[in-house]
């Protein structure tokens, strides 16, 4: 079999599971032979070595694995951070965080930020590469911890992230100028994407409601007097969130993402 013949068999298989088969077909080959993607245009009338195991990606992506976990790697704010299951795969809109976050830290001299809910590190690593913050990142789920710290190695800011497993912020002791996080805030009842659901539940919802999870930390923050907090949000929550800060005194800007939804707030404790 061609490799031009098993991208036309692996795109037919794949029809129905998502929106773009062809270009799923593709990333798949390329990630099992290893080449880019002129490689592939070059080279289609070539026999496809290994062809069962590439067989073996489109059946996996078949069962709604995301590509994300099968090639193990996630592009986020032009970089490509490892990724495997039992981790959130990270989400472009989380990109407006960290510009949101980096707005503040410009204003700070050496801040010292605590990221709740770390996952697979990128907003504490991206939030280290641009500033000379002094981080620490929290998260509950080890195997989350683990990946981030080889993701901090991966770009060389592993010395300035601490990683602590712990729930919030429970094990950390100190002073902090800025609180940043993306927690878990969907509904516990919503009923998930069949590709979302092979991602870890615990990073996924966030109570209930949904933005029990972002309370907890707008009430942490002002319990540590913390300045800052920029966190990411459901579409929905704008108002009982705007709430909470108010009655906790912050001032808070919510944010939008690139298809106009509420997406987050920055706050700032009141004097
Ligand atoms: C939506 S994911 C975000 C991961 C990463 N920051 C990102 O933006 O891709 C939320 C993360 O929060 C963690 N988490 C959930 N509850 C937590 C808690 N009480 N304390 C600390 N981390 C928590 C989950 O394990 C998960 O890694």
């Keep these: 079999m061609t490799i031009d013949e098993a991208l036309q068999e692996a795109t037919f298989t794949l029809v129905g599971v998502c929106e773009n088969p ?18 592939v245009f070059l080279n289609l009338k070539k026999e496809l070595e290994k062809k069962s195991e590439y067989f073996d990606l489109i059946s996996r992506f078949k069962s709604y694995e995301p590509l994300e976990y099968i090639t193990g790697v ?30 503040i830290l410009k204003k700070f001299k050496k ?64 002073e902090f100028d800025m609180i940043v996080s993306n927690p878990p805030y969907i509904k516990n009842s919503y009923n998930l994407d069949k590709f979302v659901l092979n991602e870890p539940k615990e990073a996924l919802f966030g109570g209930d409601i949904g933005d029990e999870i972002l309370k907890n930390i707008i009430l942490i923050a002002k319990k540590r007097k913390i300045k800052f907090i920029a966190c990411e949000m459901g579409y929905d929550q704008k108002a009982s969130l705007s709430d909470t800060l108010n009655l906790s005194g912050y001032e808070a800007k919510f944010y939008q993402d690139l298809a106009g939804f509420d997406r987050g707030f920055v706050a700032r404790l009141k004097l």
């Excluded at 062809?22 to 490689?39: D, F, G, Q, S, T």
């Design 111 to 174: 801040s010292k930020v605590c990221e709740i809910g770390a996952g697979s590190g990128i907003i504490s690593i991206c939030l280290a590469l641009k500033t000379d913050a002094i981080i620490t990142a929290t998260d509950i789920n080890e195997k989350a911890l683990q990946l981030a710290y080889e993701n901090a190695v991966k770009f060389g800011v592993a010395d300035r992230i601490e990683f602590v497993c712990c729930s919030y912020m429970d094990s950390v002791l100190g």
């Design 22 to 39: 062809a270009r799923v077909a593709k990333i798949l080959l390329m990630h099992h032979l290893n080449v880019n993607i002129e490689w």
């Design 74 to 103: 996630s592009s986020f704010y032009g970089l490509e951070f490892n990724t495997r299951k039992g981790v959130l795969i990270p989400r472009p809109e989380t990109e407006i965080l960290v510009d949101k976050s980096l707005e």
